[in-house]
């Protein structure tokens, strides 16, 4: 496994100590630190977002099971790459979970190497999801720069119309508009119209 960033956490969800034991143990090998807990009700109370994470937990547990946990992390907003360890009897469950936006399960009994990889992917998965977020947050505060006018036409812009097309609909002159759109760029900092369109594309991505 290739070197982790020290701000990297797995949270490990399992009932069981002895498996929570296990896996923080498995984890500290490759360097990566592991916070356990022993039900979801738990992970809830104490989680707070980072920038690489990822939640390994088991399917059955008293309380909150599996399903009802991935969707409880969807109401609250949590993105975190979800790794469901599930037994035989609760493949067609751990299945169900991937639908609903789960990173992935492992049918127990699993191999170190293959948790080890599939926890790495999940880490990957979250620093892009992390950096994502914080472009599109970054984009979101040069976007208020502009002003009314100058939103509505660089809307109509990302909708492919030319500015003659945004002309008519705004009732100013295809002139106007090019001047109006030089100052979106320049307010921007970007040189093209596609540079343009990903950067309101981003900021206004879920």
């Not at 946990?69 to 493949?91: D, M, N, T, Y």
């Not at 293959?114 to 790495?120: A, G, I, P, T």
């Amino acid at each position: 496994m290739e070197k982790n960033d020290k701000r990297c956490v797995v949270y490990a969800v399992d009932d069981q100590p002895s498996m929570l034991r296990m896996l923080a143990e498995l984890l500290d090998s490759v360097g990566i630190r592991a916070v356990t807990f022993t039900s979801a009700e738990e992970f809830f109370d104490s989680y707070v977002p980072g920038p690489c994470e990822c939640l390994v937990s088991d399917m059955r547990m008293p309380g909150m099971g599996g399903l009802e946990f991935q969707r409880e992390l969807k109401e609250r907003g949590h993105v975190l790459p979800v790794i469901f360890i599930s037994g035989f009897a609760e493949v067609g469950s751990a299945v169900e979970a991937m639908r609903q936006g789960a990173f992935d399960y492992l049918e127990k009994p699993f191999s170190h190497n293959d948790f080890l990889e599939k926890v790495q992917r999940a880490l990957d998965k979250s620093r892009t999801i992390y950096e994502e977020a914080r472009k599109a947050k970054t984009n979101e505060a040069r976007l208020s720069l502009l002003t009314p006018t100058e939103t509505r036409i660089l809307k109509l812009l990302t909708t492919g119309k030319s500015s003659k097309e945004i002309a008519d609909v705004m009732g100013i002159s295809p002139r106007t508009v090019d001047n109006h759109r030089g100052r979106v760029m320049e307010k921007l900092h970007v040189h093209s119209a596609i540079e343009l369109v990903l950067l309101f594309t981003q900021a206004r991505s879920p």
